[in-house]
């Protein structure tokens, strides 16, 4: 299949981005529009999910908080994280939801691998974590953990839409106005927390080279 890949350099608003995926995502259904995957950033802010909890918005002034019918709890979007909206034709791609969430995770995994990221998922946490071995473990001893993506989907009459982002250089503090994804015990990274020097453009061209080996174009 065809997919349409979309990258607008400047920051974009978070409803506008909404708006847009709302229209895509219906031509998708009407067999007018293609495929996409849009590749953007957002001013800081802050999203609800479907599964927020009031407790987890810690400081609720901070950035705007927009609550999303996707999946999830609260996630942070900001200048320096790749989101990738992705609008496709599950229907058309074996109606199998939870496939679907699986491929994204390994879309992540794979596209972390291009720089020697090992990034892995765990029952009852959402999104890819990245093992921290270097760093204390927690109180009960559990290796630390840092989360370097996020992904929450949304499909409506078998089209997807929202997605997942990942970290390469935003500002972390402005992760500490939330718990991310309601998961108190861990913390979050990026490429460039890491050591790793990589750009936007590097991580678009990850995601573009792993996509079709994972989607099936």
């Known amino acids: 299949m065809m997919v349409d890949w979309v990258v607008t350099d400047e920051l974009v608003p978070y409803a506008d981005a909404v708006e847009r995926m709302e229209t895509l995502a219906a031509g998708i259904r009407a067999g007018t529009e293609p495929e996409t995957i849009w590749l953007l950033e957002h001013p800081p ?4 999910g479907t599964s ?25 979007h900001g200048p320096g994280q790749r989101v990738a909206y992705v609008m496709l034709d599950v229907g058309a791609r074996g109606r199998d939801v939870r496939q679907f969430v699986h491929r994204m995770e390994s879309w992540v995994i794979a596209a972390l691998a291009e720089f020697n990221v090992t990034g892995e998922i765990r029952d009852g946490r959402v999104g890819v974590w990245v093992p921290r071995p270097e760093k204390p473990p ?6 630390r953990e840092d989360k370097i993506a996020a992904i929450g989907v949304r499909l409506k009459k078998w089209v997807s839409f929202h997605g997942l982002s990942i970290n390469v250089e935003p500002d972390l503090s402005h992760f500490d106005g ?19 020097p ?20």
């Open 138 to 143: 927690l109180p009960d001893g559990t290796p």
């Open 198 to 217: 990589v750009t936007m453009n590097d991580l678009d061209a990850a995601l573009r080279r792993t996509f079709d080996e994972v989607f099936g174009g």
């Open 52 to 76: 927020a909890r009031r407790e987890d918005l810690v400081d609720p002034d901070r950035f705007p908080v927009h609550a999303v019918r996707r999946g999830g709890q609260y996630t942070y």
């Open 45 to 48: 802010l802050y999203t609800a």
């Open 178 to 196: 939330i718990v991310p994804c309601g998961i108190r015990d861990h913390g979050v990274t990026s490429l460039v927390d890491l050591g790793l």
